[in-house]
């Protein structure tokens, strides 16, 4: 069982990327997935969360409006397409899998309750490192 991140780089503020994180060993639209980023010294972040049920789609406030996350069953693969990207979304960014979608949310939308344990996520990718600089 495995989540392989890839798709970051270098880019300069304003520019895009188009994070992949690919599953092995189990069929992806049957867990939640949820991008996370850490930033050096920082905690890490949830970003945002793509349901299995229904495929509804959830973002930090950090990411609304710039971010898109979208998942092709086929592929067996959830995308995180990341425009106008500032500086300050310079981090790892990691995928993860849950089968319960609330222990994702509190780490993503403030008023879902408190942030659950990240322990109880039962898949994390590898990162894939993005920096954003001119």
């Known amino acids: 069982v495995q989540l392989q991140a890839s798709g970051g780089g270098l880019v300069q503020p304003g520019g895009s990327l188009r994070l992949s994180c690919k599953a092995s060993?189990?069929?992806?639209?049957?867990?939640?997935i949820a991008w996370f980023r850490q930033a050096p010294g920082k905690e890490r972040e949830g970003i945002s969360c793509?349901?299995?049920?229904?495929?509804?789609?959830y973002y930090a406030k950090s990411a609304k409006g710039r971010f898109t996350i979208s998942r092709d069953s086929a592929k067996n693969t959830v995308y995180l397409q990341m425009n106008d990207l500032k500086p300050e979304d310079t981090a790892v960014y990691y995928c993860?899998?849950?089968?319960?979608?609330?222990?994702?949310?509190?780490?993503?939308?403030?008023?879902?309750?408190?942030?659950?344990?990240?322990?109880?996520?039962?898949?994390w990718g590898r990162g894939t490192q993005v920096t954003v600089s001119s």
């Open positions: 793509i349901a299995s049920s229904d495929g509804a789609k």
């Open positions: 060993g189990f069929t992806i639209s049957y867990y939640a």
């Open positions: 993860a899998a849950g089968k319960i979608i609330y222990y994702l949310l509190t780490h993503i939308l403030p008023d879902v309750g408190k942030k659950s344990d990240l322990g109880d996520v039962d898949y």
